[in-house]
């Protein structure tokens, strides 16, 4: 049998909102999407979406002596969500066909420098870059109302921003439009290639989602200006319930003390970007990496309930303290260059490149997960 989270019963006297049984029963359910993904490996693979997301970086203003000198910002996602309902995550959105069009080229800041001849990928097809790039930027002035662009506008634009916001939510075609009219750039070139990841196969939606970040630095003058264009990020209310600046390692900490909810990507990616202490190391480090070369695609391979291979706990047991009467290994995300991710091609034996989630026995729902990268 597949091992599910189990709900509890509710009753009358406790003081527990519609909005959270909702969040907790959507939850449970994926939890048992991915329990019986390794039984859906060999149907028939849903179709990609392009995809971007992008981690916003601002200096801290009070230096700490550890940790990082920046914070990130992270949105809530909605209690409805289909997908990890209230868990934390970056802004970004599914990349349109507008944001392909060529006439972008000769708009954006660096007339497409940054993506020339950078192609990516996608269901047998060659997407230029460009196109993630101008949906990125698209997609966090809808989401977070903040636009990483340059303007020649001389006067106040905000309230026009404001009209706009919505009609380029609802239609991608009103952000050409919105730049026309406005005389407004989008700044391509400060989006700094991270990481790329595609949805497992058995997964019901799937995107193939190239991961960018950007520098919120001070205001510039001079010819090369540029800004984003509203000055507080603020979240839709709709797709997005709330949202914090924080320092990746502080996202780790509140995770572990059950403060907010990190899908297992998410908090992999804010590992990484824990090794970097300040901005300008993210900035030497990302500006030298290109999708395609240095960064690499992964495509992760699920194993969840009784499909977890038995010698991963036996590991967790023996060389990380898991206690099995306590704890036990729930779900396994098998990464490129893991020896049992299937496109291993031949890696070392031992070879290790996995995300294991561990659960409380009395209750495998994701509230009780941790993970363990090994």
Same mark, same amino acid.
């Given at each position: 049998t597949m091992i599910v989270g189990r709900l509890k019963p509710f009753h009358r006297n406790h003081s527990v909102s519609s909005l959270q049984i909702r969040e907790i029963r959507t939850n449970q359910l994926n939890f048992r999407k991915m329990n019986t993904s390794m039984t859906q490996q060999n149907r028939p693979k849903k179709p990609l979406r392009p995809a971007a997301t992008?981690?916003?970086?601002?200096?801290?203003?009070?230096?700490?002596?550890?940790?990082?000198?920046?914070?990130?910002?992270?949105?809530?996602?909605?209690?409805?969500?289909?997908?990890?309902?209230?868990?934390?995550?970056?802004?970004?959105?599914?990349?349109?066909?507008?944001?392909?069009?060529?006439?972008?080229?000769?708009w954006v800041k660096d007339g497409g420098k940054c993506s020339e001849g950078i192609e990516i990928d996608h269901e047998g097809k060659k997407l230029n870059e460009l196109g993630f790039r101008i949906g990125a930027i698209r997609e966090i002035f809808e989401e977070v109302n903040l636009l990483l662009a340059s303007t020649e506008s001389k006067g106040e634009i905000k309230k026009q921003l404001n009209e706009y916001r919505p009609k380029v939510h609802n239609n991608a075609e009103e952000n050409w439009k919105m730049a026309q009219e406005l005389l407004i750039h989008p700044a391509v070139d400060h989006l700094l290639p991270f990481s790329h990841?595609?949805?497992?196969?058995?997964?019901?939606?799937?995107?193939?989602?190239?991961?960018?970040?950007?520098?919120? *630095?001070?205001?510039?003058?001079? %010819?090369?200006?540029?800004?984003?264009?509203?000055?507080?990020?603020?979240? =839709? #209310?709709?797709?997005?319930?709330?949202?914090?600046?924080?320092?990746?390692?502080?996202?780790?900490k509140q995770f572990e003390d059950k403060k907010i909810f990190l899908p297992p990507p998410t908090w992999l990616t804010i590992k990484e970007l824990s090794q970097y202490k300040t901005m300008k190391d993210l900035e030497d480090k990302l500006s030298k990496l290109q999708f395609g070369r240095e960064i690499q695609v992964r495509l992760?391979?699920?194993?969840?309930?009784?499909?977890?291979?038995?010698?991963?706990?036996?590991?967790?047991?023996? *060389?990380?303290?898991?206690?099995? %009467?306590?704890?036990?290994?729930?779900?396994?995300?098998?990464?490129?260059? =893991? #020896?049992l991710h299937p496109d291993s091609k031949g890696e070392r034996e031992g070879g290790r490149r996995r995300i294991v989630v561990t659960a409380d026995l009395e209750d495998l729902s994701p509230k009780t997960w941790k993970y363990q990268f090994i």
């Open positions: 992008v981690i916003l970086a601002r200096p801290l203003e009070n230096k700490r002596k550890e940790g990082e000198e920046y914070e990130i910002l992270m949105i809530q996602r909605s209690h409805s969500s289909s997908f990890f309902a209230g868990a934390y995550a970056f802004p970004g959105g599914v990349i349109e066909q507008e944001d392909f069009n060529s006439k972008w080229k000769n990841w595609i949805t497992p196969l058995a997964e019901s939606s799937r995107y193939n989602t190239l991961f960018y970040v950007s520098l919120i *630095k001070p205001h510039r003058e001079g %010819k090369d200006q540029w800004t984003h264009l509203m000055n507080e990020a603020s979240f =839709d #209310q709709k797709e997005t319930v709330n949202m914090l600046w924080i320092s990746p390692s502080e996202a780790i992760p391979l699920l194993t969840a309930g009784n499909l977890v291979p038995e010698e991963v706990g036996n590991e967790m047991q023996k *060389k990380y303290d898991l206690d099995p %009467k306590q704890r036990k290994v729930v779900t396994t995300v098998f990464l490129p260059g =893991d #020896q």
